[in-house]
């Protein structure tokens, strides 16, 4: 190792408790294999560290200059390493002594070995004190060489005379420190600004992306929400038309229902009118009935008033008006009526048959079959109708009021009546048409006349027109 390659000042500095070579790496190999007589193979287990590994001790060097030691002879080497940092360059020019305590010469450092290593590293001025190897004080290391070499050694304190020009030889250090920290701080700072832009510059990019990213998604959720808004928007006026359509069709069909009641209503009142007319004429005054002679022939017959006559006025009335009104049934038709010739006859015969037989045809009329009632059902639409005024026969009346089709329906067939009746007329609708659509309207009907026709199987079957009420609009 020439003296050009080496620096200029004591490389080993202890300062804060800390240990730093202040010379390259290369310097810093030399000096652990030539002075402290570590052998080894140098190692980077991390980037800025290399170190050197033995089983007594471990040597980091570091890039920032600080220097570590590890393992069971840590305490000896920094003791030794303490020392050499302390002695000035100009106060070593020759050691004096043949041996720095060598126990273990494969371990320890020698003092020839210092001594020439402080020379080629211009180190020649300075000066350590001789030992005197005949004292028992003299300066010795302590090893450990596994479980065979223990002894320990004590160093005698090395006296360092300091020449004048020390401090200026510290001044010129601590300059060329200063410079140097100089030189490293402006070249960090440099660094330091490239990492930061670039660092920088690749969030930005890395932010550019996840905008642009984020864009696409939008545009692709709003292009389908435009398409759901465009199948709706046609929905919508598909439903419109529908709706317009319907709305143009109830108001046909409420015109249609409006003649047909006012038609119906007119028809009632015919009816009703002719009614009254006829119960206000004068009856036929009674015919006195001559007792026949013996010689009277037996076909004469005397003229009597017939009692059904307005009846069957009133029949023959509802016949003809039964065209026109569904709401009208004819109730008594099925009635035969005796006619003049009947009557006549029949008067005649029990004119002449005795008081006896008169008794026994009393008890006849008892054997005959009574005539059948008349159900009536619906809504409020009836509630007012008089059941007395419709026909001598028994009237049942069933109102429901504000019930619709299909309750009525229901409660049809919970009525507790005989089902042989003569008649039954139904009437429903009315509070359907303002809450459901005119097919469900329809089906509704389908169904009420299904459930009377399984009710009263032998009964002839009327169902009333729908009627409309004033106030269908406030429903």
């Known amino acids: 190792m020439s003296q050009g390659d080496i620096t200029k000042i004591n490389p080993l500095s202890f300062t804060?408790?800390?240990l730093k070579w202040l010379g390259d790496f290369d310097l810093f190999e030399k000096f652990v294999n030539d002075i402290l007589n570590i052998?080894?193979?140098?190692?980077?287990?991390?980037?800025?560290?290399?170190?050197?590994?033995?089983?007594?001790?471990?040597?980091?060097?570091?890039?920032?200059?600080?220097?570590l030691l590890d393992g069971p002879m840590k305490d000896e080497y920094s003791d030794i390493l303490q020392r050499i940092a302390t002695i000035s360059?100009?106060?070593?020019?020759n050691l004096g002594v043949d041996d720095f305590a060598d126990v273990s010469p494969t371990h320890m450092p020698s003092l020839p070995n210092i001594n020439n290593f402080m020379v080629n590293t211009n180190m020649s001025s300075a000066e350590l004190l001789d030992f005197d190897a005949s004292q028992n004080d003299s300066a010795h290391f302590s090893t450990n060489n596994g479980a065979t070499n223990g002894s320990e050694q004590t160093l005698k304190e090395i006296s360092i005379c300091?020449?004048?020009?020390?401090?200026d030889d510290v001044m010129n250090r601590l300059n060329?420190?200063?410079?140097?920290?100089?030189?490293?701080?402006s070249e960090t700072t440099i660094v330091l600004n490239e990492l930061v832009d670039g660092y920088e510059i690749r969030n930005s990019q890395v932010r550019d992306n996840q905008l642009a990213q984020e864009n696409d998604l939008l545009k692709k959720a709003n292009m389908a929400l435009k398409s759901d808004v465009h199948k709706?928007?046609?929905?919508?006026?598909?439903?419109?038309?529908?709706?317009?359509?319907?709305?143009?069709?109830?108001?046909?069909?409420?015109?249609?229902?409006?003649?047909?009641?006012?038609?119906?209503?007119?028809?009632?009142?015919?009816?009703?009118?002719?009614?009254?007319?006829?119960?206000?004429?004068?009856?036929?005054?009674?015919?006195?009935?001559?007792?026949?002679?013996?010689?009277?022939?037996g076909n004469e017959v005397t003229r009597l008033h017939n009692q059904f006559s307005s009846l069957e006025d009133e029949a023959n009335e509802l016949n003809n008006n039964s065209d026109f009104d569904a709401s009208v049934i004819n109730i008594d038709s099925d009635i035969q009526q005796p006619t003049l010739s009947q009557n006549m006859s029949e008067s005649t015969s029990k004119s002449t048959e005795p008081k006896d037989d008169r008794t026994q045809g009393t008890s006849g009329n008892s054997d005959r079959v009574p005539k059948k009632g008349i159900a009536l059902i619906g809504d409020s639409i009836i509630k007012n109708v008089s059941p007395v005024k419709l026909s001598k026969r028994k009237v049942y009346k069933f109102t429901y009021p504000g019930k619709t089709t299909i309750e009525i329906?229901?409660?049809?067939?919970?009525?507790?009546?005989?089902?042989?009746?003569?008649?039954?007329?139904?009437?429903?609708?009315?509070?359907?048409?303002?809450?459901?659509?005119?097919?469900?309207?329809?089906?509704?009907?389908?169904?009420?006349?299904?459930?009377?026709k399984q009710k009263f199987p032998n009964s002839k079957i009327g169902i009333s027109g729908l009627t409309l009420r004033q106030d269908s609009d406030l429903i």
């Open 16 to 18: 804060n408790r800390k």
């Open 39 to 67: 052998k080894g193979e140098w190692k980077v287990p991390r980037g800025g560290c290399k170190q050197l590994k033995t089983k007594d001790i471990t040597v980091r060097w570091y890039e920032n200059r600080s220097v």
């Open 89 to 93: 360059p100009n106060n070593i020019s």
């Open 162 to 167: 300091v020449e004048g020009n020390a401090l």
């Open 176 to 185: 060329a420190l200063s410079n140097e920290f100089e030189i490293y701080k």
């Open 232 to 297: 709706l928007e046609c929905l919508l006026s598909e439903t419109s038309s529908k709706l317009v359509a319907a709305e143009s069709e109830k108001a046909s069909l409420m015109t249609v229902i409006r003649l047909m009641n006012e038609d119906c209503a007119n028809a009632v009142k015919d009816v009703g009118d002719n009614v009254r007319s006829q119960t206000t004429q004068p009856r036929n005054p009674w015919c006195t009935v001559h007792t026949r002679s013996e010689n009277q022939k």
């Open 409 to 452: 329906t229901n409660e049809l067939a919970k009525i507790n009546i005989k089902p042989d009746q003569s008649h039954v007329v139904i009437h429903a609708g009315t509070n359907d048409v303002p809450v459901e659509s005119i097919d469900e309207c329809v089906g509704n009907m389908e169904k009420l006349i299904t459930t009377a």
